[in-house]
């Protein structure tokens, strides 16, 4: 129930321990006056400092004002606890071009070179109504109404200045950022977190923090941010059996250890053959493809959700992954694993990539003095 600091070096919402329920938003800027998002994003900051506290979203509260005014916050998580929120910022490549190549807000030669558009990859479908946005806003919490709450707040905040371009709920962990952490399972009934980048480890800052000199400088100590929403064709699967299931992710199901045998957290062995000669874990298994060996040492601090938006009208499910990468640079992490995925993962007969988003999320908002992308305005 605890709060997470919502000032410091780096933005919470990252490392933090993986909470359980998701709420994501993009948005569209819908002005053309930059102090206008400015100060957005100053009153954002500090309804965030807030809200991630505990506290209403505003100092006067939901029914702390006169009858007469609309109230500062909308109530719902009037007497809840924080449960560990957080809330993450992002700027999308669009903030700093439109689709015309205009420079809207003077950002243009701001833009790191990091955030370049994402290739498309084969067996894309993505819906752009769902996909992009100009800012992003990732609420985590162990409370789903907290997380929507805040997100709902920030939105009110941001009347006139953003309108939401989509949102995404999700309500299940797919991934550990800490050692503390069991690792949780995806809808495909995997443990799925288990060789993730997690806060303890030695390369952490390697692999997820922009350093200095990697430029820009006011992205030094943010990470890039890629969700890709992944419809799971589920019904299909669950007519799969055990063993190739296995096969297809390289994992054992029930304890998570590599194929071949061990503990969950035993490193995958790539060279071990069975009797048949062939690869135990095989050529085109999702975590052969997916490792590290295969990408110069390329790791990605995975914080996913799973999703359930209903059905589909045809009777099945429309579930999936909403998966969640940060990383000191796409283009030597995100893009060459997606690049091998796409290209040879035998998962893909059960996902569909249906929306994509990439966003530069800048280092943390030090106290109350500092705002969510000061030094990049
Ligand atoms: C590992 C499932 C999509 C990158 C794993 C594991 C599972 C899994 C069960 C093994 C446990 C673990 O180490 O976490 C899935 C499913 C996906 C999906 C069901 C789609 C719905 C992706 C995508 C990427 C990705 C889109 C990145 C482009 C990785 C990486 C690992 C991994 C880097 C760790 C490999 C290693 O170092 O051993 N995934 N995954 N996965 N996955 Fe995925």
């Known amino acids: 129930a605890s709060a997470v600091p919502f000032h410091g070096e780096h933005q919470a919402g990252i490392t933090t321990p993986a909470q359980d329920r998701l709420h994501f938003v993009a948005f569209d800027v819908i002005t053309k006056d930059r102090a206008r998002l400015v100060a957005l994003l100053e009153d954002w900051s500090v309804a965030a400092a807030r809200m991630t506290a505990g506290q209403d979203a ?9 009858p007469e005014a609309p109230p500062d916050d909308t109530g719902e998580a009037l007497g809840l606890p924080p449960s560990q929120l957080t809330l993450t910022v992002g700027f999308g490549p669009s903030l700093f071009r439109d689709a015309d190549g205009r420079d809207r807000f003077g950002l243009a030669d701001r833009r790191p070179a990091a955030l370049a558009a ?14 992009g946005g100009d800012l992003c806003v990732q609420a985590c919490a162990n409370d789903p109404q907290v997380a929507v709450h805040a ?5 009110r905040l941001g009347m006139g200045v953003v309108s939401v371009r989509w949102s995404q709920l999700g309500f299940g962990r797919t991934s550990s950022t800490s050692r503390d952490q069991a690792t949780p399972r995806n809808l495909f009934g995997f443990k799925d977190g288990t060789a993730n980048v997690k806060a303890e480890d030695p390369d952490l800052a390697e692999q997820l923090w922009v350093q200095p000199g990697d430029g820009p400088e006011w992205m030094t100590g943010g990470s890039y941010l890629v ?7 589920i019904e299909t699967w669950d007519r799969t059996s055990l063993g190739e299931q296995e096969a297809l992710i390289g994992r054992s199901k029930g304890s998570g250890a590599p194929l071949g045998g061990g503990d969950e957290f035993d490193e995958l062995d790539l060279e071990l053959k069975g009797p048949d000669g062939e690869p135990v874990i095989a050529e085109q298994a999702h975590v052969r493809l997916a490792h590290p060996s295969q990408h110069g040492g390329a790791r990605l601090l995975r914080r996913g959700y799973n999703f359930v938006d209903g059905s589909d009208g045809l009777g099945r499910l429309d579930a999936g992954l909403f998966f969640i990468a940060y990383q000191r640079d796409p283009r030597r992490q995100f893009v060459p694993i997606q690049t091998q995925l796409a290209r040879h993962d035998l998962l893909n007969e059960y ?10 999320c800048p280092p943390g908002v030090r106290d109350g003095d500092d705002h969510w992308g000061r030094a990049l305005f």
């Not at 997100?151 to 939105?155: C, D, F, M, Q, S």
């Not at 969700?227 to 064709?233: A, G, P, Y």
């Not at 996902?351 to 990439?358: C, V």
Request: glycine share 14%; aromatic share 6%.
């Open 351 to 360: 996902l569909r990539y249906i929306s994509s988003g990439l966003f530069a």
């Open 118 to 131: 994402l290739p498309k990859f084969p067996g894309d479908a993505l819906r752009p109504e769902i996909s």
């Open 227 to 233: 969700t890709r929403k992944i419809r799971m064709v």
């Open 58 to 66: 505003g100092e006067i509260g939901a029914v702390g004002g006169i």
């Open 151 to 155: 997100i709902r707040n920030l939105a």
